[in-house]
Nanobody, 115 residues
């Protein structure tokens, strides 16, 4: 049974930091590229970042470049998203998912950036 379990979300003030984690099970994690996406009622689904299977290649959407860092630990079957200098517009439900097919997605973790 495939599971992706996100954690680490919460309420943070603008300029603050959070680190999201996504623990994977039920598939060969080290064979799959992984992505983080976020979703809000108003903006819909937005791709944020992808890391390749080995962790040697990363890509980011422009709005988070220089602020967010994706990483992975294949020994722990976990992918991370370090988020710095958070802005109110980063408020969203954050999901990790497998890149490519078959696509798996976790249940999400809420990030709220507010005073």
């Amino acid at each position: 049974q495939v599971q992706l379990v996100e954690s680490g979300g919460g309420l943070v003030q603008p300029g603050g930091s959070l680190t999201l984690s996504c623990a994977a099970s039920g598939f060969t994690f080290s064979d799959r590229a992984m992505s983080w996406v976020r979703q809000t009622p108003g903006k819909g689904r937005e791709w944020i970042s992808t890391i390749n299977f080995s962790g040697t290649r990363t890509t980011y959407t422009d709005s988070v470049k220089g602020r967010f860092t994706i990483s992975r630990d294949n020994a722990k079957n976990t992918v991370y998203l370090q988020m710095n200098n958070l802005k109110p517009e980063d408020t969203a439900m954050y999901y990790c998912e497998t890149a490519g097919s078959p696509e798996y997605r976790g249940q999400g973790t809420q990030v709220t950036v507010s005073i």
